[in-house]
Every structure is written in structure tokens, then in C-alpha cells.
């Protein structure tokens, strides 16, 4: 079983930046993903990682502002979010698959392991 572990967020002006963490407890070398949840709405893609960290997606309100990173060494992924809009406020969630597979990253089904997520505020 792997557990994961979200840590980073907090409250930043617009404009500003945070950089989120997730730790997890055992090996992950496999695709993984940040989503996160704004009050009122469904879990959403924010962006997603192949397992050795080549390859990149982005939902296209972050485009361009957030970078997400992985370092399968120390097990832990990151999200570098810059820009920030009060519109990206949100819980954001990392989470891992079992599976080596790519495809269909912007769905929340197709991942294992999810953290408990980390608090995002961006204000005026």
C-alpha cells in the first residue's frame, strides 16, 4: 500500500507563487498527477507526469504558469505554481497509478493512490 502526502500550500496573493510537495511512503515509478477541488465544483485535472518524468500535460487553465516535476529517487513529485490566479484556489491532491500506462491522465478514475491534500488560497 502507498501512502501520500501533500504538503506546500497556503495563502499567496495573485501574481505570487507556491511550490507544492507529495511524498510518498514506497516506490511510485509509475505516471503520476496533481488534481485539485475548488469549493462547489468536481475534482479537476491540473497536471500529470510520465514515470521517469519525460513527458508532461497540463490542463489548459494552467498552461504555461504551473511545472510539475518528479524525483523517483526520493520518491516525491512536485508543482511549481506561478501566476497564481484567485481562480486556482483550491484543495490540490497528488496521486500516483500502479500502472506504467499514460493514457487517459486527466481522469480521476484511472489513479491508485491519492493524498489528503493541501490547502490553496490565492486572494486579490
Known amino acids: 500500500q502507498v501512502q501520500l502526502v501533500e504538503s506546500g500550500g497556503g495563502l499567496v496573493q495573485a501574481g505570487g507563487s507556491l511550490r507544492l510537495s507529495c511524498a510518498a511512503s514506497?516506490?511510485?515509478?509509475?505516471?503520476m498527477g496533481w488534481f485539485r477541488r475548488a469549493p462547489g465544483k468536481e475534482r479537476e485535472f491540473v497536471a500529470a507526469?510520465?514515470?521517469?518524468?519525460?513527458?508532461?500535460y497540463y490542463a489548459d487553465s494552467v498552461k504555461g504558469r504551473f511545472a510539475i516535476s518528479r524525483d523517483n529517487a526520493k520518491n516525491t513529485l512536485h508543482l511549481q505554481m506561478n501566476t497564481l490566479k484567485p481562480e486556482d484556489t483550491a484543495v490540490y491532491y497528488c496521486?500516483?497509478?500502479?500502472?506504467?500506462?499514460?493514457?487517459?491522465?486527466?481522469?480521476?478514475?484511472?489513479?491508485?493512490?491519492w493524498g489528503q491534500g493541501t490547502q490553496v488560497t490565492v486572494s486579490s
Open positions: 496521486a500516483a497509478r500502479k500502472t506504467y500506462y499514460m493514457d487517459n491522465y486527466d481522469y480521476p478514475d484511472t489513479y491508485d493512490y
Open positions: 507526469i510520465s514515470r521517469f518524468g519525460s513527458s508532461t
Open positions: 514506497g516506490r511510485t515509478n509509475a505516471p
